[in-house]
Every structure is written in C-alpha cells, then in structure tokens.
C-alpha cells in the first residue's frame, strides 16, 4: 500500500512542479511577447507590468516552498522567476546555487545561472557556468550566452588572442543557430558577434553584410527578436558606420520607442542629426570662410600638391599603379573614382566626439564644397583650415535623408584610413590610423 502511495504522491508532485513550470514559463513568454498584447505606446509599463506579474508569480510559488523546498526544479523555477528582471538578484543566485547542487546534471539551473552572475558582473562565474552546462549537454542557450560572454572579457594577450576569441563566440552563435534555425535570438546575437568579426578584422564587407543577415532573420522569423529594442540599436550603430544614415535614424528611434528608459537611442539619434544640420549647413556656407580668404586660399591651389600621386609609380589604394588626373567635385561620379584624384582646400572640420568618422569640408578650384569623412583615425590626428588635401581615387556617395519631416541632401567623400590621403603633399604617418572600436553591446542580457 506504501508503494501505491509513494506513486500517487510522486505523480501529484510532478503534477504540482508542472503546473508551477507553465506559470513560470508564462511570465517569460508575457516578458518577450509583450508587445503582441500590448501596443509600443505601452512600452514605459513593460517593466512594471513584468514585475507585476513576477511577483504574482512568486506568490504562487511560496504557497508550495515548505513542500518543495528541497527539490531542485522548484529551486529552478524560483531562480528562473526571479532572473525574469534586468538587475542581479541575490536571490535568485541562492535558489540556483542550491539547485545544480541538488542536481549536476540541471543544464537550464547552469544556463540561469550563469545569466545571475553575469548580471552580477562576474564574467568568469557565468562562462564557467554556461562552459559547464555544455558540458552536460549541447543546447542553443548555453552556446549563445558563452558567444556573449567571450566577447564581453576583458582583452588578454596581445591582438591575436583577441581575434580567436571573437572567432570562437562566431562559432559558437554559428552553432546555437544550426540548433534551431527558428530562434529569432540565437540569429540576433548571432548578428552582434559578426558585428565583433567586422570591427577585429579589417572591417570586411562580407561580415558587415552577414551581420545585416543575421539581423533580419531574426526579424523574419520571430516576432519578440524584431520588437527587440537592442536588436535595432546594435543595427542601427552599423548602419551610421556604413553611412547608411536614414536606416541608422529609423532604428535608433524604434529602439527608443520599444524601450523609453533606454536613454541611449534617442541621445545618438540626436547626435546624428546634428551631425547632420551641422555639415549640410557647412557645406552651404563653404565652412563660413570669407569669399576674400576662400580665393586667396585656392590661388595656392595647384596640382604640384598631388605630390605623390603624380608619379607613374604611384600605386592607388586598389593596387593600380600610374599617376592620378586631378578632379573637380563636378566631375566625380558616384562610387569608385578610378584613375582620379579629388583636390582641394580645407574650410571647416568637425570633432570626433560621438561621432564614428574625423569630418571636414573641402572647397576645390571651382569653389564647389564637398565633405570628407575619414574612417579608423588615431587620436589627435586631423586636418585644419587651409590645408591642402589630395584623395586619390575618390569614393563618392550621394545622400537623400529624411527623418521626421526634415529632408538632408549631400555628396560626401568615404575615406576608410587616413593613410590613404595626401595633406600638404605628404603621406600619413602609419601613427595615424587606428581600428575603429563600435560599442554595440546590449544595455541588458
């Protein structure tokens, strides 16, 4: 008769425990699916609203805690209900700690685990957690939380160690995805570590462009990963990198709008946009030089400044060897300029702070003003009012903006190293340029 009973009370607890799972397993999907039942004007509540429902939750819980309070999926389910918020939770770290005590082999208390460390700042604990639950099973959370985390660790060694790190969180967000090629996070973290590959290794297109994939699959496929506010963020930082400018002011405002108190969004669409009132108005007044300067600066102007570039033995930044035909704006056509070399006058410059490129104006023979931006500068360096500027086989770009209600329209000039210019007749320094350095990473994991 004991053993009947022993079975009954086996099946009630499994009853009980499944029963507090699916409650648990709703507050998650009430947290990422939010703006399914809610509308975006919402989005100021979300936090409330999920702590709201937290807290229902672990009340629900607490009638059960004398019953269970030795089993490791009731440990779990409390530390998993308390990991719910953004902010560490010591509590939560108790419960789990217990848990993959009670029980090694729990690969979700590990993966939980991990992501309360991490809150907590501690970056080792959380890898030797996700490192661990891998260990007892391969599954898509803990491969793509360690993809993060190798790429959040503070640099060791020298830029090589770096790399291969970088290259192993590609592969393991790779992994996570061929787990589940359904999971709309998976390719959206997936996207953040190409993200990581573009900026540690020579900013290759073809990784620009994978992460770009990643990120619109993930959009495509899973409804919470395209209402994901870091989602758009982290794009939108690419886009302004890759002057795809209408793209990067649409997501860092969606991002603002999904998450209100994320103040991140709305300040880099501002600096965008300031940026961009700043040139456009520039490039009207040539930098607001004096039409007596303007003149005297270009009487100087002359195509012995092409110094290099008029050698039959100068080789051009796509390997082309010849010398260079100076150009004016007018004549440049849009993209890849071969055989050509842009000339002119500096007129104005703008400073580097919050912006991802050194920008200055130039004014060429015909006095027609064009901008320049220039790409993976070291600090300090810069060009000043006057100077002489040669860009051979210039890369033009035309701009057409328009972002709430106000229409920005320019060519400007793409320089991706200041060692491909010529200032006052003579190459850069090698001291000039340093990889640029993106921060992409989300405000909360």
């Not at 029963?19 to 990422?32: A, N, P, Q, S």
């Not at 898509?140 to 939380?145: A, D, G, I, Q, Y």
């Not at 699959?217 to 899973?222: L, M, S, V």
Request: proline share 4%; with cysteine; aromatic share 8%.
């Amino acid at each position: 008769m004991a053993e009947v009973d022993d079975g009954e009370q086996k099946a009630a607890d499994k009853d009980d425990l499944e029963v507090l799972k699916e409650l648990v397993d709703g507050l998650y999907h009430f947290r990422d699916h939010y703006f399914e039942t809610h509308s975006v004007e919402d989005a100021s509540r979300k936090q409330n609203d999920v702590t709201e429902e937290m807290n229902k939750t672990l009340r629900r819980l607490e009638v059960k805690e004398e019953l269970y309070k030795h089993s490791a999926q009731f440990l779990l389910l409390r530390g998993r209900c308390l990991n719910i918020t953004p902010q560490f939770s010591q509590a939560a770290e108790e419960s789990l700690s217990r848990a993959v005590k009670l029980e090694p082999g729990l690969v979700e208390g590990w993966n939980t685990l991990g992501e309360q460390y991490w809150k907590k700042g501690d970056l080792i604990a959380a890898k030797t957690c996700f490192t661990g639950a891998l260990q007892q099973s391969k599954n898509k959370v803990s491969l793509r939380n360690l993809s993060m985390v190798l790429r959040q660790l503070p640099p060791e060694g020298g830029a090589q160690d770096q790399g291969k790190r970088i290259m192993e969180s590609v592969d393991l967000a790779r992994q996570a995805v061929q787990l589940d090629v359904t999971d709309g996070t998976s390719w959206y973290i997936l996207g953040n570590a190409y993200i990581s590959l573009f900026f540690s290794s020579g900013q290759n297109p073809q990784m620009s462009q994978q992460a770009l994939s990643a990120y619109s699959q993930a959009e495509k496929i899973d409804k919470a990963s395209a209402l994901n506010a870091d989602l758009h963020f982290n794009r939108s930082t690419l886009f302004q990198y890759e002057e795809m400018f209408s793209s990067a002011l649409a997501g860092y405002s969606r991002a603002a709008a999904l998450d209100p108190g994320w103040e991140e969004p709305p300040e880099r669409e501002k600096q965008l946009l300031d940026y961009l009132n700043q040139v456009t108005s520039l490039i009207e007044n040539k930098g607001k030089v004096k039409a007596r300067r303007l003149r005297n600066m270009l009487s100087s102007l002359s195509v012995s400044a092409l110094g290099p570039c008029a050698s039959p033995e100068f080789r051009s930044p796509t390997g082309r060897i010849g010398s260079l035909v100076p150009c004016s704006f007018s004549d440049l056509t849009h993209g890849h300029n071969a055989g050509a070399a842009a000339l002119g006058k500096v007129v104005f410059s703008l400073a580097t702070e919050g912006r991802m490129a050194f920008t200055f104006g130039m004014v060429d023979s015909e006095e027609t003003c064009c901008v320049v931006m220039v790409y993976n500068i070291s600090d300090g360096w810069g060009v000043l009012i006057g100077d002489t500027v040669v860009i051979p086989e210039p890369q033009v770009k035309r701009h057409s903006i328009t972002h709430n209600d106000k229409t920005y329209d320019f060519r400007s000039i793409r320089v991706d190293s200041p060692l491909l210019l010529i200032v006052n007749g003579k190459r850069q320094a090698m001291q000039s340029q340093t990889a640029t350095s993106v921060s992409y990473k989300p405000h909360t994991e």
